[in-house]
Nanobody, 121 residues
């Protein structure tokens, strides 16, 4: 049974930083493209950042980011710990959302509970 557990969210002031973590109980973690998604209140869930496995022909050699977070967010992964991270700098109120990790493209049965990030003064 696959389990993805997100952590690291919280309340932060505009301009602040957070690092999210996603611990994955999944066999062959290194074989998956991993991604962070977010869902703001009343909006659809969107892709934030993606980091590929680099082992398949369709892999991207560099992470891919939504335009709204480019230059501010950094996705990384540690295949020895089955963990993917999202470092978020220069946070803005519009970054407020529940953040989820999943494989890319996402699999419905893999969604976890997410972690809430609130950016507010």
């Amino acid at each position: 049974q696959v389990q993805l557990v997100e952590s690291g969210g919280g309340l932060v002031q505009p301009g602040g930083s957070l690092r999210l973590s996603c611990a994955a109980s999944i066999s062959n973690f290194r074989g998956y493209h991993m991604a962070w998604y977010r869902q703001a209140p009343g909006k659809q869930r969107d892709l934030v950042a993606r980091i590929d496995n680099r082992d398949t022909p369709d892999s991207s050699t560099t992470p891919i980011y939504a335009d709204s977070v480019k230059g501010r967010f950094t996705i990384s992964r540690d295949n020895t710990k089955n963990t993917v991270y999202l470092r978020m700098n220069s946070l803005k109120p519009e970054d407020t959302a529940v953040y989820y990790c999943n494989i890319y493209p996402p699999r419905m049965s893999f969604w976890g509970k997410g972690t809430l990030v609130t950016v507010s003064s």
